[in-house]
């Protein structure tokens, strides 16, 4: 049974740092992407980064370039989001999410984890 965690979220001013964290249990193959997505009760679940673990490709939302750095955690399974330079507009749950394959869609994804919360105050 696959299993995705979650966690890291807070409070924190514009222009300060947080970073997430996931971990994803129970998957059998050695390539699957781990990715962030955030949502914000007026918005879609829109895509932050994408991670393929046990290959080479990462992407990021033009919205977040340069400010977000998604890399791999010392556990094999797990990923973090390095969130830098933080705007108020970054105030969104946050989800991470496991697929057989990296993509924008969040269909794409069988598993979920169960959200944390950003907040960024101006």
């Known amino acids: 049974q696959v299993r995705v965690m979650d966690s890291g979220g807070g409070s924190e001013q514009a222009g300060g740092s947080l970073r997430l964290s996931c971990t994803a249990s129970?998957?059998?193959?050695?390539?699957?992407?781990l990715s962030w997505f955030r949502q914000t009760p007026d918005n879609e679940r829109e895509g932050v980064a994408l991670?393929?673990?046990?290959?080479?490709?990462?992407d990021y939302a033009d919205s977040v370039k340069g400010r977000f750095t998604i890399a791999r955690g010392d556990a094999k399974n797990t990923v973090y989001l390095q969130m830098d330079n933080l705007r108020p507009e970054d105030s969104a749950m946050y989800y991470c999410?496991?697929?057989?394959?990296?993509?924008?869609?969040?269909?794409?994804?069988?598993?979920w984890g169960q959200g944390t919360r950003v907040t960024v105050s101006s």
């Open positions: 129970g998957y059998s193959r050695s390539s699957y992407c």
């Open positions: 999410a496991a697929g057989v394959r990296c993509s924008w869609v969040k269909e794409a994804y069988s598993h």
């Open positions: 991670f393929l673990l046990g290959g080479y490709f990462t």
